[in-house]
Structure formats: structure tokens, C-alpha cells
């Protein structure tokens, strides 16, 4: 069994939190590079008009952007699956968490809350899902930064984009199989080209 699984969270809440502890704290102490930066300040011009993400850091946020579509959820939130009341990682709980690994319970109806982030046997968050492939559907330009696009289901977006005749951009170290479809391959840092792009629009 996946220590990351929901059924773990359901039966075994002290060895998932065990295992969560360590991701959580290497995330708070990340830090929103310089493409991240550059993204947000392309999206506030209106130049990008959607940023959908797979990470869970919520470094997009950190960085400036408004709204990003996390389709795998984000650890800026805990929730309750019961009652569905949420808490901000910033909350006592979490911070008590972090610091000596008390497991956080539902302020109201004290059952064991869960990372709004999607684990192994679970689907992704539906609203973020719809957002995400509503714009891809629509959008005239699709561009994969820093993706293998190995993971599935979001991997299939920019393959979805295509259908509707839209135009791929990746930008990423490694190839993907969407290579020969796209119109531009940048193999390059993501952040030196960030740079660069952002500058081009200052």
C-alpha cells in the first residue's frame, strides 16, 4: 500500500503525517525562483492568461500569481472530509504539526484533517480539472514549462490543445512524446528563458 494513498490517511493517519512531514517542511522552506517570477509578471500584463500547475507548493502564489489552476491541489490548505472545514498552513495546528508532529484535527468536529492535495486513489479536484481543460480547449497557444508530460491525466492538456488546433510551445530539459507536435521545443533552463521572455515584454 502507498503510504501517500487515501487509504492510508483513513487507517493509518500517523504513519501518512509521519511520511508528510518531511515534504511539508522542504516545501515551506522553497523558495519561488526567477521563472516563477517572471510568470506572474506576465499573467498581471494579461501577456498569460491561465497558469495551471501540477506542483502542490503553492510557489506560484508565493511568487505573485493570482488564481493559478492547481490540478493536483496544494498543501496552502488543510481540509476536513467530514464536515468540510479548511485551515491555512499558517493556522497554530500546522504550525504545532511542523514542530513536533501533533497530527492537526478539525477545529469543529475534531476528525483528522486532510491535505487539500490529491493522493493515490483519489481523483483530481473537479473545478480545478474543468478550469484547466476549459482553457486548453480555448486557448490559441499552449505552452509546457519544466514537464516531462509523463503524468497523467494532466499530461493529455496539451494534447487536448492540439485537437482544437492550438499551438504547443515546450520548454523543458528532457524530450516528451508531444516533441514532434509542438510548434517551438526550447530545451533550455526554465528560468534563463523566463528571464529572457519577461524581459522582452518590461
Request: proline fraction near 5%; charge should be neutral.
Amino acid at each position: 500500500m502507498k503510504v501517500a494513498s487515501l487509504t492510508t490517511f483513513q487507517t493509518d493517519p500517523a504513519s501518512f503525517y509521519a511520511w508528510l512531514h518531511p515534504l511539508m517542511q522542504s516545501i515551506l522552506a522553497a523558495k519561488p525562483n526567477k521563472a516563477h517570477f517572471a510568470l506572474a509578471k506576465l499573467a498581471a500584463k494579461g501577456i498569460i492568461k491561465t497558469i495551471i500547475t501540477q506542483n502542490i507548493d503553492f510557489l506560484h502564489q508565493r511568487a505573485g500569481t493570482i488564481d493559478p489552476i492547481e490540478v493536483h491541489g496544494s498543501l496552502e490548505q488543510f481540509e476536513c472530509i467530514q464536515c468540510h472545514t479548511s485551515i491555512n498552513y499558517q493556522d497554530d495546528q500546522i504550525k504545532r504539526y511542523l514542530l513536533n508532529g501533533a497530527i492537526p484535527k478539525c477545529p469543529d468536529c475534531k476528525r483528522v484533517l486532510k491535505p487539500a492535495i490529491t493522493l493515490f486513489e483519489e481523483m483530481l479536484p473537479i473545478n480545478a480539472w474543468e478550469k484547466a481543460y476549459s482553457a486548453c480547449t480555448q486557448a490559441d497557444l499552449v505552452i509546457a514549462v519544466g514537464t516531462s508530460l509523463e503524468v497523467y491525466p494532466v499530461n493529455l492538456l496539451p494534447e487536448l490543445a492540439l485537437k482544437q488546433s492550438s499551438n504547443l510551445i515546450i520548454n523543458t530539459l528532457s524530450s516528451t512524446h508531444l516533441d514532434k507536435a509542438a510548434a517551438v521545443v526550447l530545451p533550455y533552463d526554465v528560468i534563463q528563458v523566463w528571464q529572457k521572455i519577461q524581459a522582452a515584454f518590461d
